[in-house]
């Protein structure tokens, strides 16, 4: 049987550059981690500047693992979904009441508009029927019998003005029952 000498300076050699290969390899993983590592961290970072403001208000952490922070974000990408039809429907409903609004106080604004350009002492509102779609106003007109102009009420565009009633009273004034309707 030869002998072999496991401690031959040749076979030291080669262990050494073995070693020194180990490491270097080693060394070049290890710096390739870190930096893929610190490539995702600025990345991160970047995110959390940009977009720190955004997930802040909407109260989204992001942990760092892509999958998570996708299924996080995809979530409340649904629940703002969600809420946003909800708003959506809110201001249908509210645009649908200020119309309402809009077409009462311009009933309103008409009916002062006609009682300030009558002719009449006295103006008296005795009944008020409001809806949406037929309107109507019963008011007395008080009139000076001294006075030589005669009445006169001047009728916005889209309503019907009739004379339900007129008497003197007292030999000094006149009273005239009108009725403002607006609507079909």
Do not use: C, W
Not at 66 to 94: F, H, M
Not at 116 to 134: F, G, M, P, Q, W
């Amino acid at each position: 049987m030869a002998m072999v000498n496991l401690h031959s300076k040749k076979r030291k050699v080669r262990l050494l550059y073995l070693l020194f290969f180990l490491i270097f390899v080693l060394a070049i993983a290890m710096l390739g981690n870190v930096l893929v590592m610190k490539a995702f961290h600025s990345r991160m970072k970047q995110l959390e500047i940009v977009k720190g403001p955004l997930f802040e208000q909407l109260n989204i952490s992001l942990r760092g693992i892509p999958g998570i922070d996708a299924e996080t974000i995809s979530e409340k990408k649904n629940v703002l979904i969600i809420q946003e039809a909800k708003l959506a429907r809110q201001l249908k409903e509210l645009d649908k009441y200020l119309a309402e609004k809009r077409k009462e106080i311009k009933f309103f604004n008409d009916l002062q508009e006609t009682l300030e350009t009558s002719t009449a002492e006295k103006k008296l509102i005795t009944k008020i029927e409001y809806n949406a779609e037929k309107s109507s106003v019963l008011y007395y007109l008080i009139y000076d019998n001294e006075k030589a102009t005669p009445p006169s009420v001047k009728v916005p565009e889209g309503y019907l003005l009739s004379i339900i009633g007129k008497m003197n009273f007292s030999n000094l004034y006149k009273l005239s029952l009108m009725k403002l309707e607006s609507g079909e």
